[in-house]
């Protein structure tokens, strides 16, 4: 079984900068496709950012060039950076591992975690 704990949302001010941590409990070379959806109320999900298993990235246009996404394979770790956030980015964040990235940014199916909330303020 995998286990799939995030880190690190909280409150900012728009412009300010957040990191988010995501744990998996099975080794990431096992396989896995690691990212970030996030969900808002009242709005659809939205994949955010992914990284596969050699290292390539998929991030969403509607966080390009604020957003990035690494991860440590000796930790299990993916971090989602964020910098210049706007009140737009304002939602629930979700760690997801899956095989395919297609999967994680779908935000439907893999290994989720329990979410992490991020709240921006303008």
């Known amino acids: 079984q995998v286990q799939v704990v995030e880190s690190g949302g909280g409150s900012v001010q728009a412009g300010g900068s957040l990191r988010l941590s995501c744990v998996v409990s099975?080794?990431?070379?096992?396989?896995?496709?690691m990212g970030w959806f996030r969900q808002a109320p009242g709005k659809e999900r939205e994949g955010v950012a992914a990284i596969d298993i050699d290292g390539t990235t998929s991030i969403a246009d509607s966080v390009k060039g604020r957003f990035t996404i690494s991860k440590e394979n000796a930790k299990n770790t993916v971090h989602l950076q964020m910098n210049s956030l706007k009140s737009s980015d304002t939602a629930m964040y979700y760690c997801?591992?899956?095989?395919?990235?297609?999967?994680?940014?779908?935000?439907?199916?893999?290994?989720r975690g329990q979410g992490t909330q991020v709240t921006v303020s303008s």
């Open positions: 099975r080794n990431t070379h096992s396989g896995y496709c």
């Open positions: 997801v591992a899956a095989g395919l990235c297609r999967t994680v940014l779908a935000g439907m199916g893999g290994y």
